[in-house]
């Protein structure tokens, strides 16, 4: 089953055409030097570490050519790839750790040591176990390996807004068909060029462009840490014709004063994903002619599940497209039953691209994947074109005097006053609705009005609807790629 090995094939292909590269760095890898490096952090792998098929390596470490070294290792060798986040407190580290017991531990952060240190496993300096595994000499005798489809290469673990983070598997058939389905709609060829800057940690830090991309023969260039300018003329100076980014980020360069000048020359659009984008956020970007394609995934699966093709980026704009090529999907109430066009209900996935499960936790796979379907728990509704509309998630609807609420559907209203810049909804317990609606909102401006975003809302929202205060913050609370983090907007209130 080498026909995984992506990058060897390319080594042998187009051996030296540039492969990736570090901005932080500014280190170039050719195809053949990404392939021959990773065969030395294989070798490395094996002479240091008593690892096996199907031991965990948990990683805190910022994105880099020498992170991608590792995965490409591990798959060869049958190791699976823990992604930890780098900004989590130890006590939250400390839950993963434990869930997922590592067998090698590497980490960029040296504040972490001493807590690491009580791990019943090696823990290497992120940077020395790479300086070390590159000054190895090479071994008489290539290593041997095979790659197993149904073998896991990723444990994801969520960002828990369900209780504690629970670890998505994701393994070799899941990549290989995620990276088809994103190759053949977002139309991904060997000259292609894009910029990293979303963190490990993220299932789309690495499969919505960065190993589909490779996969394809193309180049992509890794930041550590999103800066807006210099994303900004770095897509503008280099022939990045893809660019991944989340909503938050999209807002953030848009503020930037190099976005005044912003003219990329051989961008063809920007994939979103993460959130709903709002109406003004597509226009302002469709306004310097560049297209925003936003999409919709989830760590359990793909996660490039449907696409809005650009060239449909202004016709269904708030669309989040239609299902993918390699995709099975249907939307059902609360029954199970599939519902009509332009109702609402939950998508459920079926295929190649799911997780098969969550690890150490068999009650709630059995719970989230159900006769061989994932119900995702995310509410969505089919235009009358076949277009998708991504209302919520299921765990954010309210229901206040017996009726249903979608918070972002009152989101896509206040997104339309022009004096908002950012707007969550979130649903609490009361004693006489039972839950009500409340709006946390980002001006633009320093004085807020009151009166006019409550007309605002009545012009389109059922009364029931509207919700019962608005409080104005200086930003929203966020998860590391950019999401609202609505258990916070909780505690706040």
């Not at 999401?483 to 916070?488: A, F, G, H, I, L």
Request: glycine share 6%.
């Amino acid at each position: 089953m080498n026909y995984l090995d992506w990058i060897s094939k390319w080594s042998s292909y187009t051996p030296e055409k540039r492969a990736v590269r570090s901005l932080d760095t500014n280190t170039t890898y050719t195809y053949k030097e990404l392939d021959e490096q990773s065969l030395k952090v294989g070798d490395y792998l094996l002479q240091e570490f008593p690892l096996k098929r199907g031991d965990r390596i948990a990683v805190i470490a910022t994105h880099s050519p020498e992170y991608l070294m590792l995965f490409i290792a591990a798959q060869r060798l049958g190791f699976i790839i823990v992604p930890l986040n780098y900004r989590a407190t130890t006590f939250e580290l400390a839950h993963c750790l434990n869930d997922v017991l590592p067998s090698l531990i590497l980490s960029e952060i040296d504040a972490h040591s001493d807590f690491l240190a009580e791990f019943n496993c090696p823990v290497s300096s992120f940077k020395q176990f790479f300086e070390e595994a590159a000054n190895l000499k090479p071994v008489s005798k290539k290593t041997k390996f095979t790659i197993e489809v149904d073998q896991p290469i990723f444990i994801f673990y969520t960002s828990g807004t369900t209780g504690k983070p629970k670890g998505v598997i994701y393994t070799n058939r899941m990549m290989f068909w995620n990276s088809l389905n994103t190759s053949v709609q977002l139309e991904i060829t060997s000259v292609d060029h894009t910029l990293n800057v979303l963190p490990p940690y993220h299932t789309s830090g690495w499969n919505v462009l960065l190993l589909p991309l490779l996969h394809r023969g193309g180049r992509v260039d890794f930041l550590k840490k999103f800066k807006a300018k210099k994303v900004l003329e770095y897509i503008e100076e280099e022939p990045i014709s893809l660019f991944l980014a989340v909503p938050t980020m999209l807002r953030i360069m848009v503020k930037s004063k190099a976005f005044e000048k912003f003219q990329p020359n051989k961008l063809k659009y920007i994939v979103v994903g993460g959130e709903t984008l709002s109406i003004p956020l597509i226009e302002t970007w469709a306004a310097k002619g560049i297209l925003l394609s936003q999409g919709y995934g989830l760590t359990e699966a793909g996660p490039s599940i449907t696409s809005l093709h650009y060239h449909d980026a202004l016709w269904k704009k708030g669309s989040i497209g239609k299902p993918n090529f390699y995709v099975e999907m249907k939307i059902v109430n609360s029954k199970g039953e599939e519902v009509a066009t332009n109702e609402p209900g939950e998508i459920c996935l079926h295929g190649n691209i799911v997780t098969p499960g969550y690890w150490n936790n068999s009650g709630y796979s059995l719970n989230k994947i159900r006769e061989e379907w994932l119900f995702t728990g995310d509410i969505a509704k089919m235009d009358n074109d076949g277009f998708l509309y991504l209302i919520g998630r299921k765990n954010q609807l309210y229901i206040s005097g017996g009726e249903n609420i979608h918070p972002s559907e009152i989101e896509h209203i206040l997104y339309k006053y022009d004096e908002i810049r950012e707007a969550a909804v979130v649903g609490f317990p009361d004693e006489n609705w039972g839950e009500i609606g409340i709006a946390f909102i980002v001006l633009k401006t320093e004085k807020p009005d009151a009166g006019g975003i409550l007309d605002h809302l009545k012009q389109y929202l059922a009364t029931y609807k509207v919700p019962k205060d608005i409080i104005c913050v200086d930003e929203l609370p966020k998860s590391g790629i950019g999401k609202v983090d609505r258990e916070k907007l909780k505690e706040l209130y």
